[in-house]
């Protein structure tokens, strides 16, 4: 069953049911997951857009899929008959190899070629960034040597340092502020 889904976090996020799947593109016309088993290719539209992230739900995916994906769109750009690696992807089957058929000038399927990525255990793909609306984000841009040079609070031979970001001083002056997450120059 395919389902709305939700248009972040991107990439394909593992849940009890199955598998968010978004992916960002502002230009292409249509996004296709592909699932593989063994050398059979099932392509799964993700019909539904939030902004320029194509999003779905799809019911029965577990850890371990073997995935890629497919983009629609105006030539040269987009080939549907290219197989892409999912950017947000934690694990790839195996290495990526350069091979004739990955070359702009080579017609026809790619995928036996292209490593596939493989759905990740939601312990692991929830690193990153946290899953907070962006409605409720306040993201506060802050260069680490003058943000913490200039604390008052923050112990001399720490200032300057990643470790000064956290100390209790640095954080509760950023939670004061109402900053929930920070983007380091």
């Known amino acids: 069953m395919i389902a709305e889904g939700r248009p972040d976090p991107l990439g394909v996020t593992l849940d009890a049911d199955g598998a968010n799947v978004a992916v960002l593109s502002a230009s292409a016309t249509a996004i296709e997951l592909c699932v593989f088993d063994g ?3 099932r392509r799964i539209p993700l019909v539904h ?3 320029d992230v194509f999003h ?3 019911a029965g995916l577990r850890a371990g899929t073997r995935y890629g994906l497919r983009a629609h769109g105006p030539a040269p750009a987009f080939n549907p008959d290219r197989l892409l690696i999912d950017p947000w992807a ?4 195996r290495t990526p190899r350069l091979h004739p058929t990955m070359l702009p000038e080579h017609d026809g399927d790619n ?3 292209i490593p596939k990525a493989l759905a990740t255990a939601p312990e692991i793909a929830t690193l990153g960034l946290p899953l ?3 409605g409720e984000t306040v993201l506060y841009e802050l260069h680490v ?6 604390h008052p609070d923050i112990p001399e031979p720490l200032r300057g340092t ?3 970001l956290a100390h209790p001083a640095a954080i509760a002056h950023l939670t004061r502020l109402g900053v929930t997450a920070v983007e380091l120059m």
């Open 111 to 113: 995928a036996p070629q």
């Open 90 to 93: 934690l694990t790839l089957d």
């Open 132 to 134: 907070r609306p962006w």
């Open 162 to 164: 990643f470790a000064a």
């Open 39 to 41: 050398d059979t290719e």
């Open 56 to 58: 779905a739900h799809i």
């Open 145 to 150: 040597r003058g943000f913490t040079m200039r």
């Open 49 to 51: 857009r939030t902004g």
